[in-house]
């Protein structure tokens, strides 16, 4: 089954630098998410990304979608401690109603 | 708005018993999803609804069973609990099938 896999599996910065972390999936999608999930919680939504799009934005946060390359990044600028925790990137199969999570990636920002 | 609520919060059971996990939401939502999180996995997905009276299989369906009486709720049920069902329970809902899902807190399930 397809799946999307995030990379690296742990990351530890200083407050204020920046967090990049990646997701590859292996068929066609409609739209790629990624969450958050700070310890112990459920899982906020961060940002959606259709497969038409390249690129958006939401506040310190910035996704690409390469489609040919089947891989997507989030960009976490001038990290905080309160950014510490994992983060999902969730992958559908066109005309399935069915997300697929990665494992995720469990951000450390030190203070 | 509450949003997706979940109850309990944590359980432990012994194996064999039975019980049942109740997720709500109050956002009209048409699609209700059962994940499990297990250390170091992503989600799975047990069932989901895409609407009220429906139910389908997810990637884990087995031991579990699922009901969608009213649009609001999404039950799951677990009828002979095993060791192997100890995780974390997430439910989740959405407005559209494409769309940003909604996350509870979580249940936390031991069974002994």
């Known amino acids: 089954s397809q799946q999307g896999e995030e990379d690296p599996q742990a990351l530890s910065i200083q407050e204020g630098e920046n967090a990049t972390m990646n997701c590859s999936y292996k068929?066609?999608?409609?739209?790629l998410q990624w969450y958050r999930q700070n310890s112990g919680r459920g899982l906020v939504h961060l940002i959606l990304?259709?497969?038409?799009?390249r690129e958006k934005h939401s506040g310190r946060l910035r996704v690409t979608l390469d489609t040919s390359k089947k891989s997507s990044s989030l960009l976490i600028t001038a990290s905080r401690a309160a950014d510490t925790a994992s983060y999902f990137c969730?992958?559908?199969?066109?005309?399935?109603?069915?997300?697929?999570f990665g494992t995720g990636t469990r951000l450390k920002v030190l203070a | 708005n509450a949003g997706v609520t979940q109850t309990p919060k944590f359980r432990v059971l012994k194996t064999g018993q039975s019980m049942t996990l109740l997720c709500a939401q109050d956002?009209?939502?048409?699609?209700m999803y059962w994940y499990r999180q297990d250390p170091g996995m992503g989600l799975r997905l047990i069932h989901y609804s895409v609407g009220e009276g429906t139910t389908a299989k997810g990637e884990v369906p087995d031991g579990y069973n699922v009901s969608r009486l009213k649009k609001q709720n999404f039950l799951l049920g677990l009828e002979s609990a095993a060791p192997s069902q100890t995780s974390v329970y997430f439910c989740a809902s959405s407005y559209r099938m494409t769309e940003t899902q909604y996350f509870g807190p979580g249940t936390r399930l031991l069974v002994l």
């Open positions: 956002m009209n939502h048409e699609y």
């Open positions: 990304i259709r497969s038409n799009e």
């Open positions: 969730a992958t559908d199969a066109s005309g399935t109603y069915k997300y697929i």
């Open positions: 068929t066609s999608i409609n739209n």
